[in-house]
């Protein structure tokens, strides 16, 4: 992933203090530098990528999620190559409309994976 974009910090969820670690560094948020918001690109690394799920309900906008997940390849006996996944790194729930989109229109350009429940 070569994107630039920028997303809330799921650390710190934006706002770039930690106050259980107010006693280091004044509790800025080490994954962003107390600046709230962070690069997609420095989620990825060899075995993970990042996961937009929206959510609707009756053709409305219900919830969605960005998450980074991760998985570790091996080869099946009996499938070839395989994914088998592990736990998200991160999880952030999104429950504003308008970001939601922002990411979903950016998603082909930041190598962002794009899923749709839809009730």
Not at 21 to 32: K, Q, T, V, W
Not at 77 to 89: E, F, Y
Not at 99 to 107: H, I, Q
Request: with cysteine; net charge positive; proline share 4%.
């Amino acid at each position: 992933m070569t994107t630039t974009e920028l997303c809330t910090c799921p650390h710190c969820d934006g706002t770039g203090k930690l106050p259980h670690y107010s006693h280091i560094a004044n509790g800025d948020c080490f994954a962003c530098g107390g600046t709230g918001k962070i690069r997609f690109s420095s989620f990825i690394g060899p075995n993970s990528d990042i996961v937009l799920e929206v959510n609707t309900w009756k053709g409305k906008f219900s919830s969605a999620y960005l998450r980074c997940r991760t998985w570790k390849s091996y080869v099946s006996p009996s499938h070839g190559p395989m994914k088998d996944w592990g736990k998200d790194k991160w999880c952030k729930e999104i429950d504003n409309a308008e970001e939601a989109r922002r990411l979903w229109k950016g998603a082909k350009a930041s190598g962002i994976i794009t899923q749709l429940w839809e009730d």
